[in-house]
């Protein structure tokens, strides 16, 4: 996924970092009639926050059900489009941020996770996919590219469900409202910036 979206699915990477293993498969829940500890993520919201000139961007993106409850199924469709081509090397600034009263608190960076610069995306992502293998599910079934360079165009995931599996957060990641800012350049030239929020709570919950 080129720019934007290619931004917010690297969030979701280091948020979830079983996915960075490959781990996009479905764990057997043994009893629903337990209560299992979970996460949800809920009101979850986006936007580009670049201006209009900018080559690339989000034109929709969607997330359902909400909340969304980890483990668990979660829908995703989106469309996003650059008007030139990206190449290495792919810079990211990312800022996280947790709400505290009327107030945004910068989470720091601590071990790549959290308000961090990568230098390089494209230099992540070979090697999370080494090159030569095929794209995961459903990039693969839809011709999206998970390497770069990435061709101008638009580039379009349909309504897809993925199984996200149980995972260990971050400690930093507690209870509460979350945004993350996500500006991506390429040399001097910002190429996009995107912001998602949401807000997290982990508890024990009963399945049925």
């Known amino acids: 996924m080129p720019s934007s979206a290619l931004g917010l699915a690297f969030l979701a990477f280091q948020l979830c970092p079983a996915v960075l293993g490959g781990a996009w498969q479905r764990f057997a829940v043994v009893d629903r009639g337990w209560p299992l500890f979970a996460?949800?993520?809920?009101?979850?919201?986006?936007?580009?926050?670049?201006?209009?000139?900018?080559?690339?961007?989000?034109?929709?993106?969607?997330?359902?059900?909400?909340p969304v409850v980890i483990p668990g199924d979660v829908t995703v469709s989106a469309c996003v489009y650059t008007s030139i081509g990206i190449t290495s090397p792919l810079k990211?600034?990312?800022t996280l941020e947790k709400r505290l009263g009327e107030m945004w608190l910068k989470i720091p960076c601590v071990e790549e996770l959290g308000s961090c610069t990568y230098d390089d995306i494209c230099a992540k992502l070979d090697a999370i996919i080494p090159p030569g293998q095929p794209c995961p599910e459903p990039l693969l079934t839809y011709g999206i590219p998970c390497h770069c360079p990435f061709k101008a165009g638009t580039y379009n995931l349909p309504s897809s469900e993925v199984y996200i599996p149980d995972v260990d957060l971050?400690?930093?990641?507690?209870?509460?409202?979350?945004?993350?800012?996500?500006?991506?350049s390429n040399g001097d030239q910002e190429l996009s910036c995107s912001k998602i929020s949401f807000s997290l709570h982990s508890g024990k919950w009963w399945l049925w």
């Open 39 to 66: 996460t949800k993520v809920e009101n979850f919201q986006w936007e580009n926050c670049g201006p209009s000139s900018e080559p690339a961007g989000i034109k929709s993106l969607s997330v359902s059900p909400d």
């Open 170 to 184: 971050p400690s930093f990641l507690t209870n509460g409202d979350y945004r993350i800012q996500v500006v991506l």
């Open 92 to 94: 990211a600034v990312v």
